[in-house]
């Protein structure tokens, strides 16, 4: 049972103001393992202020002190990716494999803001001026439960290399998680005040950075409900804020697509994650010819998807985060009986036996139409929907009749037609024949997955404001 009763703030652990107790999970198991002692207002205020005052050095720091702090944290995290692998499996359920990934991701991440830094002029002429990006000043980095080391990672090592100092409140739902990276990042001996982590509840802690005047910049992941209520609360201080929200992803298999490669790879990106991914395909988009073959192939496939012990090698899906996720899901699954999809697979219920745990059986709908409540809303589960369509005009109204637009997949045998019906796709990557990542390329959504874009140069310049200085010779 592990008691997390330290938050960080100005170089140093110290005990919170708050004294709210909120109780850790094993979702595999649920049963508690650890407790945490969740920061408040005040404790936001404090870190706030450290934060303010860190900020007049820092953002005079050179290039390369910010490069040498980056790689030190970087060097930290890693010494401690077994402890974190553990941690991620015992409080989130990952399977091993994506655990693993996630481990990884954290500290590349970091790297990957290195290497943008590395490279970027933070001078340029623009006609007789000279534009020197500034630093924004004190961020707010608000992060999910769903990749907590990798958002904290992310948000914080872009922020620094902009020249910003940061006040990070992640999920008090990823305490334990938290507590290693706090630990690694005070080994790399970043200046007092440049980072400070308070865990806490969205509605103290994070409703006090989204309103507090000191406070120059908002970055936050999560849900789209959250997202427009911290847009709101900047919106008094005219805060900058960048948003990464929810998503409904379409998945265009088109009709020359192959299925024995194009079915795996459909269910792979609707169960990333277990299916707790903001990014997973979970609208499967079939030509009407060929839905008979695609059902087919897709029910043996998610019939084969093992669910289960996340320590298990084999294990594909985990358990979902918590009790309210596992209720959740339910929900939805009773939803789309309801309203008259076909169950090709899975259903209520936890899987064949498995008696404890958050645990759902991954689930395939056949016969889903647009409209429907599993095809409109973001359900952050393991359960997918297979929609029908007549001709590319129809795979295209349907992937667009969204609120979101986060991400997108389209699998073809002709990459020239991928790549045009990937022009017409409103979101903010279209993943054509692969699920592969690119840290250099921005991420962020349209409509309402987000505003604004994370990662390579776009990320950096998010904390960034231009400044157009006149009169001074090239």
Excluded at 229 to 239: C, V
Excluded at 321 to 337: A, D, F, L, P
Excluded at 390 to 405: L, M, P, Q, S
Excluded at 414 to 420: I, L, N, Q, S, T
Aim: hydrophobic share 45%.
């Amino acid at each position: 049972m592990q008691h997390i009763d330290r938050i960080y703030i100005d170089g140093a652990f110290v005990t919170p103001h708050g004294e709210e107790w909120f109780d850790l999970y094993n979702p595999a198991s649920a049963e508690v393992i650890g407790k945490v002692r969740l920061a408040d207002e005040t404790d936001a205020r404090h870190a706030i202020a450290a934060a303010k005052r860190a900020f007049a050095l820092y953002s005079r720091t050179s290039k390369e002190e910010r490069l040498a702090i980056l790689q030190r944290m970087h060097d930290a995290v890693e010494a401690r990716e077994d402890a974190l692998f553990d941690a991620i499996i015992e409080e989130y359920g990952a399977p091993v494999s994506r655990a693993r990934f996630m481990v990884k991701h954290a500290t590349s991440v970091i790297q990957e803001a290195a290497k943008v830094l590395r490279d970027y002029d933070f001078t340029r002429r623009a006609g007789a001026a000279e534009v020197v990006m500034q630093p924004l000043g004190v961020a707010g980095l608000i992060t999910p439960w769903n990749s907590n080391a990798g958002f904290i990672c992310g948000k914080l090592a872009a922020a620094l290399a902009a020249g910003c100092t940061a006040v990070i409140k992640p999920s008090e739902m990823s305490a334990m998680q938290t507590r290693i990276v706090t630990e690694a990042l005070h080994e790399a001996r970043v200046p007092a005040g440049v980072i400070n982590i308070v865990t806490g509840r969205g509605e103290t802690v994070g409703a006090e950075i989204s309103t507090h005047p000191d406070v120059a910049k908002i970055s936050f992941t999560g849900s789209t409900v959250v997202g427009k209520t911290i847009l709101r609360a900047g919106a008094e201080t005219l805060k900058r804020v960048t948003l990464e929200l929810g998503g409904k992803s379409p998945m265009i298999v088109l009709d020359d697509a192959d299925f024995a490669q194009a079915v795996p790879l459909a269910i792979q990106a609707g169960f990333m994650n277990s299916g707790q991914a903001c990014i997973a395909g979970t609208r499967i988009l079939v030509p009407q010819a060929r839905m008979a073959e695609f059902e087919e192939l897709a029910r043996a496939e998610v019939a084969g998807t093992r669910a289960g012990d996340p320590r298990d090698p084999k294990t594909v899906v985990g358990p979902m985060v918590s009790q309210k996720q596992w209720e959740r899901v339910q929900r939805y699954i009773r939803i789309g009986i309801d309203e008259g999809a076909r169950l090709l697979a899975g259903g209520e219920g936890r899987p064949e036996g498995i008696g404890r745990g958050w645990f759902v059986r991954p689930t395939l709908f056949g016969g889903v139409s647009n409209d429907m409540t599993i095809a409109r809303e973001e359900i952050f589960g393991p359960v997918l929907s297979i929609i029908g369509y007549r001709d590319i005009e129809e795979a295209v109204a349907i992937a667009n009749d969204t609120n979101y637009g986060l991400q997108a997949y389209v699998v073809s045998a002709d990459p020239a037609r991928a790549h045009a019906l990937a022009a017409r796709i409103e979101a903010g990557r279209v993943l054509v024949n692969t699920l592969a990542h690119e840290p250099a390329a921005p991420f962020g959504g349209f409509k309402q997955s987000g505003i604004g874009r994370e990662s390579g140069t776009f990320g950096l310049e998010a904390f960034l404001e231009p400044k157009s200085i006149l009169g001074v010779a090239a």
